[in-house]
């Protein structure tokens, strides 16, 4: 069953039974339309620039520079996969980054053992490194909203302790699964511009994609809605695409993660009914809790709670729930955004546990799919365990370490 229809059909018998009142509905709306918005403006934007060539572009400037040594182009990959993450979230990087990392198994002639190790170090970063702009996760916006943090104040947060996260993510992967790579390949790499089905939209987007940075770091000095410069770079660039008969809008359209989006408001249904009904309470008092201990003390219980409800039960409700725990404590503003700071980093990287943790994994594992490409669930969850724990935890210590 497609998680949208599975999550909206919940809200819907949660509606039905009257476990949340039609009243609250637009309560809900508010709390959800803002990061919902910005995430379909962002994945818009990623399907119009792989359209473009940006990405294969790139990849293939990092393939030239790894020269056909596997050990550089496996960190290349990886740190691409990031910076994709960083800008385009988590379920963009998931879409856009699979091909690519395919194509550079074929062009490495790399067998299924390899292959495989390439493609989990590529799906787990695509996740990991989704911590450090609040456009980089759906999970990101709807903290920031909550807590009423500016992209500024969001990014002074997060960006050591996604530094810190990739660094230790591209050890990891490269002692767990690089070792699985040949030392060398011999290939010949396309010219990136080749990549470029058009050089001048090419450059018209690079533009476009300065100017909604100059817009985020402005809205740290005046803030607003995330939203409204991604979704107006996001019309732009489309439009520019489908003047130069790049890409029809429709076709954009229909590539869009609609099922995300049903899932994350369907869900938000849910544990908003689960909130009134007074389910969350052990969570709450859970998070009281938490909020009492010394702050290392506090972030890593509410990192490593949020990541294990994440890894059970999809880090959407799990950070949905969570949100609505610390928002009934009314504790002291540095408090709620230390705590919220710990939940959105388990609630990023704790769902590599489990295939079913994010909604960019189970985009992931269908796209390998769509290419003959199994991964069991007894692999996955072996290798998400052992690279996700030790990750989690550097995440959290080193937000831990932060001052305030």
Excluded at 52 to 78: D, I, P
Excluded at 318 to 341: C, D, F
Excluded at 359 to 382: N, S
């Amino acid at each position: 069953m497609p998680p949208g229809l599975f999550a909206c059909a919940g809200a819907a018998l949660a509606l039905a039974a009257g476990w949340v009142a039609l009243s609250s509905l637009p309560v809900v709306w508010s709390l959800v339309w803002d990061p919902t918005l910005a995430f379909v403006a962002a994945i818009v934007m990623a399907l119009v620039l792989d359209r473009v060539g940006l990405f294969a572009w790139a990849a293939r400037h990092v393939l030239r520079f790894a020269g056909g040594h596997t050990a550089l182009a496996f960190t290349g990959l990886l740190l691409l996969t990031a910076a994709v993450s960083m800008l385009f979230n988590n379920d963009g990087a998931a879409l856009i980054m699979t091909p690519i990392a395919l194509e550079l198994c074929a062009l490495y002639a790399l067998g299924r053992r390899s292959a495989m190790a390439l493609l989990l170090a590529v799906g787990f970063m695509v996740d990991a490194a989704s911590l450090p702009l609040p456009i980089s996760n759906l999970v990101n916006i709807l903290a920031t909203d909550a807590i009423h943090l500016s992209f500024l104040g969001f990014a002074r947060i997060m960006l050591p302790v996604d530094a810190a996260v990739v660094a230790s993510s591209l050890v990891a992967a490269w002692l767990l699964l690089g070792r699985r790579l040949p030392a060398e390949g011999t290939l010949a790499i396309p010219e990136p511009a080749a990549a470029l089905p058009d050089p001048a939209l090419f450059r018209t987007s690079l533009l476009l994609l300065l100017a909604l940075a100059v817009a985020y770091v402005a809205s740290g000095l005046h803030p607003f809605p995330v939203s409204i410069p991604a979704s107006l770079a996001a019309l732009l660039l489309l439009g520019a695409a489908w003047r130069r008969r790049l890409l029809s809008p429709a076709r954009a359209l229909r590539g869009g993660p609609w099922q995300v989006v049903a899932f994350s408001i369907g869900m938000y249904v849910l544990v908003f009914a689960l909130s009134q009904a007074g389910l969350l309470a052990s969570l709450t008092s859970a998070l009281a809790w938490a909020s009492r201990l010394p702050a290392a003390g506090g972030v890593l219980v509410a990192g490593l709670l949020t990541a294990l409800l994440a890894a059970v039960v999809n880090n959407l409700p799990a950070i949905m729930a969570v949100l609505l725990s610390l928002g009934r404590l009314a504790l002291p503003h540095a408090s709620a955004v230390t705590l919220t700071a710990a939940a959105v980093v388990g609630a990023d990287i704790g769902p590599k546990m489990s295939p079913i943790g994010s909604l960019a994994t189970l985009i992931w594992l269908h796209r390998l799919e769509g290419d003959g490409i199994h991964i069991d669930w007894r692999t996955y969850v072996w290798v998400g365990v052992v690279l996700t724990v030790p990750i989690l935890l550097v995440g959290l210590i080193t937000l831990a370490s932060i001052p305030r």
